[in-house]
């Protein structure tokens, strides 16, 4: 079975913090992805890799960055945490050829207070 | 730009009926997929369909079925005999199939409430 996990499933960080989200995959996929989840937004992207090294913006990349030094790996950093960026965070992955499929990860629930 | 509108915040059906959840996009892409993902209260986010814009037979997946009518860029969710199980948020997604890197465009969500 394919295997996305994230390091957290709550974490709690005030203002200002810097704070790393990581999410691990275990199927050797190029494609990486990181979403936050709102009521009544549904998911939106932060960002994208589509291979070590590479990152791609989304919809909603400020205040956000990210690092795929290896490729099972990919990494959202929140470089000054803000109140506005309480979300849950979702991070995917997707198999080279199989464009239909993502994988999602438990997700993580932050809060920053 | 790519969009997807769910109209529906909420929805509830008896035990064993059939609902449908409506969906709607929006592109200028010729060629897509259309996806159905679950979301139990768990918060993990589950695979359930999938429709590319040129496949002329509706998807099916044991008891979900997607509506697809193309001209109408809709893409609506058939859940039949509905189980309790079935209590979730559902979202719509869509992306292009050959360019963006693979990222999923999501509606806002259905949250379905199956009654006993």
């Known amino acids: 079975d394919v295997k996305v996990t994230q390091s957290s499933r709550y974490l709690v960080k005030r203002t200002g913090e810097k704070v790393f989200l990581e999410c691990v995959q275990d199927m050797d996929h190029e494609n990486m992805f990181w979403y936050r989840q709102d009521p009544g937004l549904g998911l939106r992207l932060i960002y994208f890799s589509y291979d070590v090294k590479m990152k791609e913006k989304g919809d909603i990349p400020e205040g956000y960055s990210v690092s795929r030094e290896k490729k099972e790996r990919f990494s959202l950093i929140l470089e000054s945490a803000s109140t506005n960026q309480t979300s849950m965070y979702l991070c995917?992955?997707?198999?080279?050829?199989?464009?239909?499929?993502?994988?999602f990860g438990p997700g993580t629930r932050l809060t920053v207070t | 730009a790519q969009k997807i509108t769910q109209t529906q915040p909420g929805m509830f059906v008896q035990e064993k009926e059939a609902v449908t959840l409506d969906c709607t996009y929006d592109?200028?892409?010729?060629?897509?997929?259309l996806f159905w993902y679950k979301q139990p209260s768990s918060g993990e986010m589950i695979f359930l369909i999938y429709q590319g814009s040129y496949d002329e037979q509706n998807a099916t997946e044991g008891r979900y079925s997607l509506n697809f009518q193309k001209a109408r860029k809709s893409a609506n969710l058939v859940i039949s005999a509905s189980q309790l199980g079935d209590s979730a948020m559902y979202f719509c997604?869509?992306?292009?199939?050959?360019?963006?890197?693979?990222?999923?465009?999501f509606g806002q969500g259905t949250e379905l409430s199956v009654k006993p």
């Open positions: 995917a992955s997707s198999p080279p050829g199989r464009v239909y499929e993502q994988y």
């Open positions: 592109t200028s892409d010729q060629s897509y997929g």
């Open positions: 997604a869509m992306r292009a199939l050959y360019n963006q890197g693979g990222k999923l465009i």
